[in-house]
């Protein structure tokens, strides 16, 4: 009882001294309110964001957007050829009709979900909402539930087949019939098929070690044949994690999940090829796959014939990479092209395409000091010449013309007298010759070619200057509609300001480093205020935000705090 006495006697002397030293007054009630309406979901209702993220149709060049704005959204439908752009459909009449047939409220300016697909007539719209299937016609607006999906199966391109995994062996099931086939039968725990490396996060959210995943399967296009692979984890480093308060047990609950560290095991992936009507398994040759994150074996992509398939292929350590392409029939399985380069090659960033069914290869790589493309005989694996070269970087690949024989691509650090981070889109050709700009504007723009390589969505904005969105041609970049333009007035109103780019030297007196500043709406410049440096900085990207969308985040809820805070890329991040 003493101690207890004591204890007490001691925290409450201890509170009494503190309390006594002078604190500048800081995280105060109405600082939190203030911050409060800059937080994610609050600063959405009081602006119209100007960006566009098409949604293409079939092949087309005519997509559909969402618009949220002012905490409401509706969905846009554009037609490039047509020079039109309205809504998608009769979002009052599609509102009455889903809320009779699902007997709910929903509203028209609110609608329960994000995407659709348009049938193949652009009649009728099938959707999720509420975890149900909806089908809804614009005849007489009517909609009724369908069948949903299982997201654990994976659908040939016919929807004859479903791939599924059960008891860590891969199946398929007949849709047809229902009938199933079993393709495997020695799978087994953390030696198992077409099952991705389960994250954490899956782990709690199923409440297991061993949650319901996607399988890892890609098809050919016509259906004739897979590719997945049997995961070996078994002596993979592991970290061992306690949920302390999960909802359906009072002691905490233990995972145990796949994260090597350096020098450790990493799980490895032999791919292997099924014919779904015979059950033919080819095993492909060669050394397993690292697998380095949570998840699969990553993309394997089919060619046209069927009978081939590619996929990117590192080296551990990073000390090689390249693209390697399959023989689905025999499991032959050769480079393309390799790259091997000191300290390391930086496949994380190296964008790439194969082209000409393999006879040829567009590599990003950083050889010469600058992200630069080259182009690459996919028979010799030799360098055929550099595409791009010069003191900027190349951010990606966005489109290929094969039959023009010319890259699209984003690249930034190019265009003198402007923030070297900002982003371009330019044309170039395979050889190398003829690079152009397409878009002029001194700006961040984040661009999207339709399918059918004829117009681009153009994003532009700067951190100090809201987004807009237009419809250009590819062939020259000229305007075919204006989209969006943002309306920040209601942040305004609050006494928002733009966060304040600076460029200043670092240690070496020599290299410029850039940089953003957010004050709290309440600055008074006669006052010193502690600084939050926002930081999470790497060798395999920047951060510092450079579009209009990245003004906002966490940092101006933050400031309001009474702090001022500062995001800044130090030497070594790439682009």
């Not at 297991?208 to 002596?235: F, I």
């Not at 609050?494 to 670092?506: D, N, R, S």
């Not at 999470?536 to 966490?554: D, E």
Request: proline share 6%; aromatic share 12%; with cysteine.
């Amino acid at each position: 009882m003493l101690n207890r006495v004591s204890g007490f006697l001691l925290r409450l002397t201890i509170l009494i001294l503190l309390a006594a030293i002078p604190c500048h007054a800081q995280g105060t009630v109405e600082d939190y309110r203030r911050a409060t309406n800059f937080l994610g979901a609050n600063a959405a209702r009081l602006q119209r964001p100007g960006d566009v993220a098409p949604r293409w149709i079939s092949g087309t060049s005519r997509f559909w957007y969402r618009l949220a704005a002012f905490g409401t959204k509706q969905f846009i439908l554009v037609d490039p050829e047509q020079k039109t752009k309205g809504p998608a459909f009769d979002h009052e009449k599609l509102a009455a009709a889903l809320n009779r047939a699902a007997r709910r409220a929903y509203e028209a300016n609110n609608l329960p979900f994000d995407a659709f697909d348009f049938s193949a007539d652009g009649k009728s719209i099938t959707f999720d909402a509420d975890q149900i299937r909806w089908s809804c016609n614009f005849q007489e607006y009517g909609c009724r539930r369908e069948t949903t999906p299982d997201i654990y199966e994976v659908r040939s391109p016919s929807g004859r087949w479903a791939a599924f995994v059960r008891s860590y062996n891969l199946y398929l099931r007949d849709t047809s019939t229902g009938q199933e086939i079993q393709l495997t039968r020695d799978g087994e725990k953390n030696w198992d098929y077409a099952t991705p490396v389960p994250s954490l996060a899956a782990m709690v959210r199923q409440g297991t070690e061993v949650p319901r995943e996607t399988p890892g399967v890609q098809w050919a296009p016509d259906s004739s044949k897979l590719v997945t692979y049997r995961l070996d984890s078994r002596n993979a480093g592991r970290f061992n994690s306690l949920q302390f308060v999960p909802p359906d047990q009072m002691r905490p609950k233990p995972y145990s999940y796949v994260y090597p560290l350096p020098g450790e095991a990493l799980p490895t992936a032999q791919l292997i090829v099924f014919d779904p009507l015979t059950g033919k398994r080819v095993d492909v040759q060669g050394q397993p796959l690292n697998v380095y994150y949570s998840g699969g074996a990553g993309r394997m992509t089919w060619y046209k014939d069927n009978k081939r398939f590619f996929y990117l292929w590192v080296e551990r350590g990073y000390k090689a990479g390249g693209i390697h392409e399959v023989d689905a029939e025999t499991g032959q399985n050769h480079a393309l092209m390799t790259e091997r380069a000191e300290p390391h090659v930086d496949t994380y960033n190296a964008d790439f395409e194969v082209v000409g069914e393999g006879a040829e290869v567009l590599w990003a790589s950083d050889r010469d000091g600058w992200l630069h493309i080259y182009l690459y005989n996919g028979k010799t694996g030799q360098v055929v010449n550099q595409v791009t070269k010069g003191n900027w970087a190349v951010n990606n690949i966005i489109h290929v013309d094969e039959k023009a024989r010319q890259i699209y691509f984003s690249a930034n650090g190019r265009e003198a007298g402007e923030d070297p981070y900002l982003a371009h889109l330019y044309r170039i050709r395979f050889d190398g010759s003829g690079l152009e700009l397409l878009t002029p504007e001194s700006a961040n723009h984040n661009a999207f070619v339709s399918p059918d390589g004829k117009y681009f969505v153009d994003n532009i904005s700067r951190i100090d200057l809201p987004t807009k969105s237009l419809l250009r041609r590819l062939s020259d970049g000229g305007t075919v509609l204006p989209l969006e333009e943002a309306d920040v007035s209601g942040l305004v109103k609050l006494g928002w300001k733009f966060p304040e780019p600076f460029k200043g030297k670092t240690a070496d007196g020599a290299t410029d480093i850039y940089g953003l500043i957010w004050r709290p709406t309440n600055f008074d410049a006669t006052k010193k205020y502690p600084v939050i440096e926002y930081t999470y900085t790497g060798p395999h990207s920047h951060f510092v935000p450079k579009a209009f969308g990245g003004a906002l985040g966490t940092q101006q809820s933050m400031a309001e705090l009474g702090f001022i805070v500062v995001m800044m890329d130090g030497r070594g991040t790439t682009g």
